[in-house]
Nanobody, 116 residues
Framework: QVQLVESGGGLVQAGGSLRLSCAASGGTLSGYGWFRQAPGKERESVAIIRWSDSRTLYADSVKGRFTISRDYAKNVVVLQMNSLKPEDTAVYYC???????????WGQGTQVTVSS
């Protein structure tokens, strides 16, 4: 059974940066992603990555500000978030599955709050 554990959320001022990590155990999946859910809104995909060749896809709202990457040796997926905006405030979830649908397994979520 694959398990995903996120870390790295927190409170940051607008314009700041945060780095989220997702440690995977119990197996390797062909794709991973970061999703987020803000209060009163539906969960949305932020960025996904294909494990074999690091192909990535991003939501338009984060292009140029967020970067998803993977550490092959450590089985970790990272989301580097720069130039954060208050509208990025949400619970961020790591997920994994069969590329390009990476929503089979989920982490517990980590809160990201961006103050203005």
């Amino acid at each position: 059974q694959v398990q995903l554990v996120e870390s790295g959320g927190g409170l940051v001022q607008a314009g700041g940066s945060l780095r989220l990590s997702c440690a995977a155990s119990g197996g390797t999946l062909s794709g991973y992603g970061w999703f987020r859910q803000a209060p009163g809104k539906e969960r949305e995909s932020v960025a996904i990555i294909r494990w074999s060749d690091s192909r990535t896809l991003y939501a338009d709202s984060v292009k140029g500000r967020f970067t998803i990457s993977r550490d092959y040796a450590k089985n970790v997926v990272v989301l580097q978030m720069n130039s954060l905006k208050p509208e990025d405030t949400a619970v961020y979830y790591c997920a994994g599955g069969v590329w390009p649908r990476v929503d089979e397994y989920w982490g517990q979520g980590t809160q990201v709050t961006v103050s203005s």
